[in-house]
């Protein structure tokens, strides 16, 4: 049993930075992308960041490139999601998301990934 669970959630100031830590285990890690996505207060969820399975290659949403940075330890089992100049447009519950099939996926795609953290709570205050 796949199971992710977040970390690293909480309440910042505008311009701010938070770091979130998703830790994974039930399967190999390594042989697999992970992806980070978030849903605001009445929106839809979206992508965020994703990255592949050995850590050199990642990909990012328009409204966070540039401000957000993905990485991964492999040893550790955990993804990462580096939040920089962060704004209230920003709040929304994040979730890490592990695919369902190894090697390249198409990484925006909700329908990609299988399982799915429990969310951690971004709140941006202005």
């Known amino acids: 049993q796949v199971q992710l669970v977040e970390s690293g959630g909480g309440l910042v100031q505008a311009g701010g930075s938070l770091r979130l830590s998703c830790t994974a285990s039930g399967r190999t890690f390594s042989n697999y992308a992970m992806g980070w996505f978030r849903r605001a207060p009445g929106k839809e969820r979206e992508f965020v960041a994703a990255i ?3 850590g050199s290659s990642t990909y990012y949403g328009d409204s966070v490139k540039g401000r957000f940075n ?3 330890d492999n040893a550790e089992n955990t993804v ?7 704004n209230p447009e920003d709040t929304a519950v994040y979730y890490c998301a592990g695919p369902r099939w ?4 198409t990484y925006s795609d909700q329908g990609e990934y299988e399982f799915w953290g429990q969310g951690t709570q971004v709140t941006v205050s202005s």
């Open 70 to 72: 993905i990485s991964r």
């Open 52 to 54: 592949n399975w050995r």
């Open 102 to 105: 190894m090697g390249a996926i």
């Open 80 to 86: 990462y999601l580096q939040m920089n100049s962060l």
